[in-house]
């Protein structure tokens, strides 16, 4: 059995809402529950996760996200010096609408002056703790968030004349806040990174440049800083870094395989990547070339985005084909994004949910011999 994470079947974090969990926070923000009424609520919903996840046989869990209702700006409003403003850049793509979430705008120095989701990995260590054979996995934004989606138009001039000041600043904000989560016993950290994934797609370098950016520089940029940010982590903490095209209500905004940005991606000083390799939208496995000698790739092969339930032989066939580019001890399968990356949850049903995840664990069982 590998001790280690990432596991042979992991997941990358967030899960659809309960019902009662969506109405108690909806009551809340309408003045109608007291925060304290919300945090039970919450604490139940957790802890009703964290046991079925146990029990379909995951040995890293997840809280979920449910206290946040963004996987990224719920964190990164918490740093000093970010505001969260409404964005017109690209957008995700629905049938027939679009819509975009609020990016982080920098109009002061960035820090991080008081503890950032703590007391949610503390919750999640205690239930984790109380169970045989799992571990508590914390997912937050990756560093390069706070830069892409605004870019240099949304960082104040004022404030950061220079570029690399900024840079310095986040990273140095990051090791704070990795060191807080440290020290409350997190030892399974996942860095969720939009932004390599994003930069594979020419129309993410339009919005770029449009911003004021050189696109062809910020894959280098963003693992440089990434790289800064863990410098001080515990010896034995895992991190992972998890790549995405977009998750909002099950709509997507990047297209384009990894080939542009596996050479600074796979720089990084991390244990392993998650990498979305669910739809044609990815491109192929040859870019895995690239990956590390004793690092691992997670295979996010089961979509979140639909209900309709992989097959098993169909997996393994993917899975086989990824083993010819990298060998089979390197890799790994989990679904290819959060199933609610945001509190408006994906297209499809909470069976839906389970029964993927419980896919990726009877895949794995199958083809490695454990999960």
Not at 156 to 185: C, K, M, N, T
């Amino acid at each position: 059995m590998n001790p280690h994470p990432p596991f042979r079947a992991d997941q990358v974090g967030s899960l659809l809402r309960p019902a009662a969990l969506s109405e108690a926070r909806a009551a809340w923000k309408r003045g109608e529950l007291p925060a304290e009424a919300l945090r039970e609520a919450e604490d139940r919903a957790i802890a009703e996760a964290v046991r079925r996840q146990q029990a379909i046989g995951l040995r890293a869990v997840t809280d979920g996200e449910f206290r946040r209702d963004w996987w990224h700006l719920d964190f990164l409003a918490q740093l000093d010096g970010v505001e969260l403003q409404a964005n017109a850049g690209e957008k995700f793509r629905f049938a027939g609408q679009s819509e975009q979430p609020p990016i982080a705008s920098i109009t002061g120095r960035i820090g991080c002056s008081r503890a950032v989701m703590v007391e949610h990995f503390a919750y999640l260590k205690q239930l984790a703790h109380a169970r045989a054979q799992v571990v508590p996995k914390m997912t937050i934004p990756s560093p390069s968030m706070l830069h892409l989606r605004g870019g240099r138009a949304a960082i104040s001039r004022e404030v950061y004349p220079d570029l690399d000041d900024f840079w310095s600043d986040v990273a140095a904000a990051y090791r704070q806040a990795i060191a807080h989560l440290a020290a409350a016993g997190c030892r399974y950290l996942q860095l969720d990174d939009i932004t390599f994934a994003y930069l594979c797609d020419p129309k993410i370098h339009d919005n770029c440049r449009r911003n004021g950016d050189d696109p062809m520089a910020l894959p280098m940029r963003y693992a440089r800083v990434i790289n800064e940010a863990l410098r001080d982590r515990p010896a034995d903490m895992t991190v992972t870094i998890h790549t995405c095209r977009g998750n909002f209500k099950s709509a997507w905004v990047a297209e384009g395989g990894y080939d542009p940005v596996v050479e600074a991606m796979f720089s990084t000083d991390v244990d392993g990547w998650f990498m979305e390799f669910d739809s044609a939208r990815s491109g192929g496995f040859e870019p895995l070339r690239r990956v590390p000698a004793a690092k691992r790739v997670v295979l996010g092969l089961v979509t979140t985005k639909l209900g309709e339930l992989e097959g098993k032989d169909a997996l393994k066939r993917r899975i086989e084909e990824a083993a010819r580019i990298v060998p089979l001890e390197q890799l790994c399968l989990s679904p290819q994004c959060g199933f609610s990356s945001t509190y408006h949850g994906n297209d499809l049903s909470m069976d839906d949910q389970w029964r993927k995840l419980e896919r990726v664990v009877e895949v794995a069982r199958e083809v490695w011999g454990d999960a």
